[in-house]
């Protein structure tokens, strides 16, 4: 079983036979301006074939606007870099865990299938952090740079009525930063220089100017609560006791306790679980064994 963690910053590749785990720089953005570069160097920055060619760092644009899924075929050629060129085979089985608009894409269930590749599943990234929370009824907020994905568990399987996706981490929160500098982002060298001096490409998103931090402090909390109370939780979910939170948001810095603050302000009936980071794919293949999975129509 191939796994593959399709991420803003880093694609997560692991090979259950082998027990080969290796990463492979991504960027997820749109190719014209990037929006996702918080801890990219810029100097190692290759766009579109550029990217393919130098194989350092890939950009895709980005797939999903308002739910839907836009250019499947970005992530096709990114999905065939990995297979050829780091993993040099075609598995039998491909796990894939990446957004839940793409598991009904007609186009890229198709192309997969033409890869020849005999089982092919999909799983959402923010299900990883729940093999650790001992509740059979959570909430999971998945809040990667580019989007931010919603959904309730129940005894270990997801709850189809209860996603939600939002997209605002990455692309409203730039704009928001850009707003308050005064900034004019005309082009990618701009945005980028603007990203730079926000973040401090090389400091693991710590935001260096104090206003824009505490304006993007606020917007953040605002857009995750905001999140949370409009997930449409079936009745068995509704009693949730847990809040499982993952995903690239959670390394800026004093993020948790900013949203614990104001989710006691709310009083919000939930108990926090920060997850940074969510790699162990090994697990997996725990998920597979419980059936925790939205898979493609064979």
Known sequence: MIIIDLGNALTKVHDTKTNLSFEVPTVIGHTTQPRALLNVDAKRLFIGQEALKNRAFITIQRPIQFNRVVDSEALVVFLRHILYFELKQLPDHLVILVHASFTGHVALQQTLKDLKIKRVQFALPGMLPLLRNSSP???????????????????????????????????????????????????????????????????????????????AEEFLVQQIIKTILAVPLASRARAAKNLVISGGITKIEGFEAI?????????????LNFVKGDGELKKVEQMFEKGTWIELQE
């Not at 939600?164 to 005064?182: M, V």
Request: with cysteine; charged share 20%; hydrophobic share 35%.
């Open 259 to 271: 949203i614990i603050k104001k989710m006691q302000e709310a009083k919000a009936p939930y108990t």
């Open 137 to 215: 009824v959570a909430i999971s907020l998945d809040v990667s740079d580019s989007g931010c994905e919603t959904f309730a568990v129940y005894n270990g399987t997801i709850l189809q009525e209860s996603l939600l996706t939002t997209d605002f981490a990455g692309r409203l929160l730039s704009e928001r930063l850009l707003q308050s500098s005064g900034a004019v982002c005309n082009s990618e060298s701009d945005f980028l220089h603007l990203q730079e001096h926000f973040y401090g490409l090389k400091n693991d998103y710590k935001i260096q100017n104090s206003a824009v931090q505490n304006l």
